[in-house]
């Protein structure tokens, strides 16, 4: 911090990690909670159907994860279902939003990676080996002027998401911010670079992510790649009251609304998880999943009100913060 000192009646947070809730000394969590501590059904870990397991070994030859896997299952049935129960130590996957484009007088090729290593994602390999088939594995949003939003591909069991790779990020200061940026830019490359030149991957997606390149009129001073991360999910409030799964699918409709909401729930991808089924490693995702609980135009309150602020008064809105992620580090 600045050591600055600033007035005014009302703060506003706009930060996607909620910095000036931190520092205003309001009480805030982060990650997921467990199925007890708020009764919610949908908490703790859940699976998503739509990403059924992969029926591929999670291990290399020496019986260790493979790079790509964040966590190991127990093998214990009864500490497996204990363990669905309670919350997740980690955030929603973060990623780049890169904005490509196949335009040739405003393309401009992707970097090369610092370092590359194709072991890295072996997983891949063994994936696409199992399901010759599968899809692509960026998907590429139609823009306007012949540009695309090349993000984390719905319900793919790999994607642009470094998984693991945001935790810590609200909790840091700008160095480590710096740091995280620096290692999903290097994930990203050297995942593009993977799945733009090896073998493995399906020649029609190899050729289809090589035709775009990175826009030459966006982020000219960070070699065009964005300077902030697609932060989906930052500090959240513990206010008067806490917005919790009842709210959203169960009792929505609220006597003192301030907003309206059009996103369905989402969980995303906190860890990649090498479970055990019989003696047959498989990957599976846990917590990629989404529910369609759309909210009412009476839904709102005071959960974005918070219960104290170190003596000071402070109103941080919202509970959700809406601004993207803090700026990167400088241009390379």
């Not at 990676?113 to 088939?133: L, S």
């Not at 069991?157 to 999903?184: P, V, Y």
């Not at 902030?228 to 009842?246: I, K, S, Y």
């Not at 009792?251 to 989402?266: C, M, N, Q, V």
Request: glycine fraction near 10%; charged fraction near 25%; include cysteine.
């Amino acid at each position: 911090m600045s050591g600055r000192t600033y007035k005014g009646k009302v703060f506003i947070d706009a930060t996607f990690e909620g910095d000036l809730m931190a520092a205003a000394g309001v009480n805030h969590t982060i990650s997921r909670e467990g199925r007890k501590e708020y009764g919610e059904s949908l908490a703790g870990k859940q699976y998503c159907a739509k990403k059924p397991a992969m029926r591929i070994s999670g291990l290399d030859s020496s019986g260790t994860p493979l790079p790509l896997i964040t966590d190991v299952e127990s093998e214990d049935a009864a500490e497996r279902k204990a363990s669905d129960k309670e919350g997740v130590d980690a955030v929603i996957a973060y990623n780049f939003r890169l904005c490509l484009t196949e335009t040739p007088t405003n393309r401009v090729p992707m970097p090369p990676p610092a370092r590359y290593d194709a072991a890295r994602f072996e997983a891949i390999c063994r994936y696409y080996q199992a399901e010759p088939g599968g899809p692509l594995l960026w998907d590429l949003y139609p823009l306007p002027n012949g540009k695309f939003d090349a993000n984390d591909g719905i319900f793919k069991q790999f994607s642009m998401s470094m998984i693991g790779g945001g935790n810590g990020w609200c909790a840091t200061d700008a160095e480590g911010r710096k740091l995280i940026w620096e290692k999903q830019k290097q994930y990203t490359l050297e995942m593009y670079h993977f799945l733009t030149t090896d073998p493995a991957v399906p020649q029609v997606h190899r050729e289809r992510l090589t035709r775009p390149g990175l826009c030459k009129d966006e982020f000219p001073d960070y070699v065009h790649l964005p300077h902030q991360l697609c932060v989906r999910e930052g500090r959240r409030m513990r206010g008067q009251v806490v917005l919790t799964q009842a709210d959203i699918m169960g009792t929505r409709t609220k006597p003192d609304p301030i907003a309206i909401g059009s996103f369905p729930l989402r969980t995303g991808r906190p860890m990649a998880l090498l479970a055990s089924v019989g003696r047959a490693e498989r990957i599976t995702r846990s917590n990629s999943r989404g529910w369609s609980g759309w909210m009412r135009p009476s839904l709102g309150g005071a959960e974005e009100l918070p219960s104290h602020a170190q003596g000071r008064i402070f109103h941080v809105d919202a509970d959700r913060p809406l601004s993207r992620a803090s700026r990167g580090p400088s241009a390379p």
